[in-house]
Each structure stands twice: as structure tokens, then as C-alpha cells.
């Protein structure tokens, strides 16, 4: 008999909404919701509730929900719920709001769901790519490899350090909460240079035209180098070599069996050249996002 977690994917545009089961598989189809990230603080709490109620009421009747999780981006202070965004053009009037404290008050009281929890309505929330990393490592391209790095790339750089299914946030060969953006690269930090900018950034840098603008830039410049065109190529190759730089000193020093990369770019990984970093097998992902929503199963297991 399967138990259920209500699992939501929450980004600046839109929602992704799963239903999990404990062997990881969804339920249900994937549903899309908007984000509504610009509204105020109580219309953000109120949608978030109703999306709760709509996917619980997808549960068949007489199976038990475990729990709820979100994978929200940061900042956030993920433990003890409060939302840190701000100056980002999202849910701006969430800054300083505990969020698990105050979904969790609106769905205790829904009369849809009564009676339909395992225990009293719990939830967790987490950061997306550290959703990525469990959600592949239990039920992905990580079950079976013990130790993990998993990394997202995208619009930023997302990380994640995974043991034996669980989060590793601190501990030798970890940077703090597991997070390597934030840390010093070059003239500035990594997201800086592994991130989606960061590839537009060194295309400007070698000289390479007629970049597209708008959210396609990346794939086009893909297109081009599998094309054959000789900077396209160059610049993924160099890309491939900065993260190299960026991943070998935590490849050494917490000795991973295996690097898993997922994200919009995880998509070009071919020709970043990263067949294998330090005899360390890479594995990529492309459906990020339904990876995250069934790692947000694992934050309901017991130790």
C-alpha cells in the first residue's frame, strides 16, 4: 500500500505540481499551475493553499498523504521556512514570512482534506536543486552511486551533495548548505561563470556574433556548435574546462562516486567534454524538474 506527498516545483512563472508515490513514481500527471509571483503576501498564501487542496483532492480516496513539499528558490532559510527574496522580481511579499508556518495553519483547516493525512499535515521545503539531487539519487541516475555531487545549470548554478540518499550541507569537502555558486571564482563568484550568463558572457568575450537574444541564446549557440561552427565549439569546450576548475577540488576532496548535472544547459553537456571528470563517471539529466518533485518524497522518509 503506497502513501502519497504532495510535491510542488515552484518558479518565478509557473508551478509544477506532482503527486508521489513511496517507490517514486507519479501518480498522476504533472499539472502546471501559474506562479502568481508579483502578487501580495496573502494572495500568495491563499494560491499556494488551493494548490494544495487541488492536488490533494487528485488523491484516490481512502489513501493516506503524507506530507507536502516545495522546492522554492532561494534565498531562503529552508529549515526553518522563511523566505529571504528579495530584489529579484519574485514573490517580493514573501520576504520574512515563515512559509511553513503559515501554509501549514491554511491547510490543517481545509475541509477537503480532512482526515485524509497520515499524521497531521507536515510540510517541508527545500532548495530545488538539492530536490534534484535526492529525487535522482533515490529513484534516477544516481541510485547506484553512495556519494554524488549533483550539480544544476541554468540561469544560475545550483549544487548539491548527496551520501547514501541524504543531504550533506557541511562536513569536510562541503561548502556550507552544500551551495558552490556563492563561492569565489575569478573576478567575481561561480554562478557568475557556470550559469547561463556566464556562457553569453564568454561568447561576447571571444568575439562571437550574432548571438540571439531572449531565453533561446544558449540553444542557438549549441545548434551552432554542433553545426560544426569553429567558435560555437571553442566556447562550449572552454565552458567544459571552467567547471572542471570550478568541481575538482571538492572532487578530491569529498570523493564522490559519481557527478550528476541536470538543468536547460545540463542539455549541451555533450560538448562541454565532460565524459569524465578525474575518472569520476558524469551522468546527465534533462527532466530536472520531475526529478525534483520525487526527491521531495525523500524529505518525508524517516532516518
Not at 502578487?39 to 498523504?65: C, M, N, S, Y
Not at 516545495?70 to 511579499?93: D, M, Q, T, V
Request: hydrophobic share 40%.
Amino acid at each position: 500500500m503506497h502513501d502519497y506527498v504532495l510535491a510542488f516545483d515552484v518558479g518565478g512563472t509557473y508551478v509544477k505540481a506532482g503527486i508521489i508515490r513511496s517507490d517514486g513514481t507519479i501518480a498522476k500527471p504533472v499539472m502546471v499551475y501559474p506562479a502568481r509571483s508579483e502578487e501580495t503576501r496573502e494572495e500568495l498564501l491563499q494560491h499556494f493553499a488551493l494548490l494544495v487542496k487541488d492536488q490533494g483532492k487528485r488523491v484516490q480516496a481512502g489513501q493516506a498523504i503524507r506530507g507536502i513539499g516545495f522546492a522554492f528558490p532561494g534565498p531562503f532559510e529552508y529549515e526553518s521556512g522563511i523566505c529571504r527574496i528579495r530584489g529579484l522580481n519574485k514573490f517580493e511579499s514573501l520576504y520574512g514570512v515563515n512559509l511553513k508556518e503559515e501554509l501549514t495553519n491554511r491547510i490543517a483547516v481545509l475541509p477537503e482534506l480532512q482526515g485524509r493525512w497520515s499524521d497531521s499535515p507536515g510540510i517541508a521545503i527545500e532548495n530545488d536543486a538539492a530536490l534534484f539531487a535526492l529525487g535522482e539519487c533515490a529513484f534516477g541516475e544516481g541510485r547506484p552511486y553512495p556519494r554524488t555531487i549533483c550539480l544544476t545549470i541554468g540561469t544560475g548554478f545550483g549544487s548539491a551533495f548527496v551520501s547514501s540518499n541524504r543531504l550533506v550541507k557541511q562536513g569536510e569537502g562541503v561548502p556550507p548548505e552544500g551551495w558552490l555558486y556563492r563561492l569565489p571564482y575569478r573576478d567575481g563568484i561561480i554562478d557568475d561563470y557556470i550559469s547561463r550568463r556566464g556562457i553569453i558572457r564568454l561568447a561576447n568575450e571571444m568575439g562571437i556574433k550574432n548571438i540571439l537574444a531572449g531565453e533561446d541564446d544558449v540553444k542557438c549557440l549549441a545548434e551552432r556548435a554542433c553545426s560544426g561552427e569553429s567558435l560555437p565549439v571553442q566556447l562550449f569546450h572552454e565552458f567544459g574546462e571552467r567547471l572542471k576548475e570550478v568541481l575538482n577540488p571538492f572532487i578530491q576532496s569529498f570523493q564522490p562516486d559519481a557527478i550528476l548535472i541536470g538543468g536547460q544547459i545540463a542539455k549541451s553537456a555533450d560538448l562541454f567534454g565532460l565524459c569524465q571528470i578525474a575518472s569520476v563517471p558524469v551522468s546527465i539529466t534533462t527532466d530536472t524538474s520531475v526529478s525534483a518533485l520525487k526527491g521531495v518524497y525523500q524529505l518525508f522518509q524517516k532516518s
